[in-house]
């Protein structure tokens, strides 16, 4: 109880409440309505699914919107100021609630089985939710979620400091920061230097402001976004990955657990580290992704299949023959495994990087290390200390 209260105390109005601040300064630049700007860009935009925010709105009598820091396709997302508790949030503003149709109580039910983990040693690599509720729009109501602010993925980050070596997934894990001043400074300019928006049809698209890094501010990664998070404890057989990181047994449909996700994490190590995907699952003759060119490349990189994974996969007829011949020979290259892949280190450091990926890697689920295994990891453990 004593440390769910010291967690809590941010959240609770500690003296005088903020002022709420002035954002009508007039000296914003405007876009031409002929010019297609930010969520409008998305396909099947519908302007009229987003709920119409405005900078400087104080919503439910308590937050009150600085400026936008991104967008999707299902919300628009804004740093705000929380009024009565002295602090900054984000706010996660969905399209309207007739559209959302059930993701959205998904992601909430995930959060609240989150908090009632809230003992779990790896709680606070897991962002929290603050609040949640309804926004009467226009033409019907919208959640909103409200967050710890972060400040960007780690996606983003490597796009904009790119290095040599340096969805789970790399836009899907997001920095904390250290102190507030990343924040003040985002809404000290836009009160000095407002956002350009295009005005149209009585509502207002900003352009989203990035948050300026200051060195020394970045804080841990936390895994954040649940919209299609789903029990690990149970067999699945929904495809549930970002094309790129789908798992054999993903692709194949056979059920599948807990194991994808160290499938993942080693996809997305190989992609922050050696600065390119493992596997693109590009066709040749198609032009862009196809189950059939990832599986070759699998088999390129990993080796024969084992008969143990196709006879328990739904779509192993659609691929391999009866005799297990893959089906799509002329896809296949000569084998290339990951120490011919990895070129950027040597010794001790490219063997012991390799037999990590290779923990993760592995047709066969169970034969995958676990999570706990793999904190354990000696490369992993050098990379954090």
């Known amino acids: 109880m004593l440390s769910w209260l010291l967690r809590s105390l941010p959240r609770f109005p500690l003296g005088r409440t903020w002022r709420p601040l002035n954002f009508s300064n007039p000296n914003f630049g ?47 997302v804004w740093l705000a100021r929380d009024i009565n508790c002295r602090s ?12 959302m149709g059930k993701q959205l109580d998904d992601e909430l039910k995930m959060y609240q089985r989150i908090d009632r983990a809230s003992k779990h040693p790896g709680r606070n690599a897991i962002r929290s939710l603050l609040d949640s509720f309804h926004i009467d729009g226009p ?22 400091n790119p290095v040599q070596r340096l969805h789970i997934k790399a836009n899907n894990i997001m920095f904390e920061l250290a102190d507030n001043s990343v924040f003040t400074k985002f809404e000290e300019d836009e009160l000095q230097n407002p956002s350009p928006r295009k005005e149209l049809d009585g509502r207002s698209i900003y352009l989203s402001r990035e948050l300026e890094m200051i060195p020394g501010k970045l804080g841990a990664p936390v895994l954040c976004d649940f919209g299609s998070a789903m029990l690990g404890d ?31 994490v080693g996809c997305m190590i190989w992609n922050i580290f050696e600065g390119g995907s493992l596997f693109t699952g590009h066709d040749p003759e198609f032009q862009t992704y196809r189950s059939r060119a990832h599986l070759a490349e699998m088999i390129n990189l990993l080796g024969p299949h084992p008969p143990s994974l ?34 950027t280190l040597e010794g001790e450091d490219k063997e012991s990087f390799l037999r990590m990926m290779r923990r993760k890697l592995q047709w066969e689920p169970e034969k995958r290390s676990s999570a706990q295994e793999l904190a354990e990891d000696e490369w992993i453990c050098r990379q954090i200390d």
């Not at 302007?47 to 439910?60: F, H, L």
């Not at 900054?88 to 559209?99: E, G, N, R």
């Not at 659609?318 to 799509?328: A, I, N, V």
């Open 30 to 76: 405007r876009i031409s309505a002929n010019q297609i700007v930010e969520e409008e860009a998305l396909p099947d935009y519908i302007a009229s699914r987003y709920y119409p925010t405005r900078i400087g709105e104080i919503i439910k009598d308590r937050y009150q919107v600085v400026g936008k820091l991104g967008y999707g396709t299902t919300s628009t």
């Open 234 to 264: 149970v067999e699945h057989l929904e495809d549930v990955q970002p094309d790129i990181y789908r798992a054999p047994e993903v692709i194949l449909e056979a059920p599948w657990w807990y194991s994808i996700d160290i499938w993942n």
């Open 139 to 160: 033409e019907d109501k919208h959640h909103c979620l409200v967050h710890p602010p972060l400040f960007e993925s780690v996606w983003e980050f490597l796009h904009r």
């Open 310 to 343: 196709l006879a328990r996969a739904k779509q192993s007829q659609k691929f391999f023959s009866d005799s297990g011949e893959f089906r799509e020979a002329g896809l296949l290259q000569d084998l290339t495994p990951l120490d011919q892949r990895e070129t």
């Open 88 to 99: 900054y949030v984000t706010l996660k503003i969905f399209i309207k609630a007739a559209s």
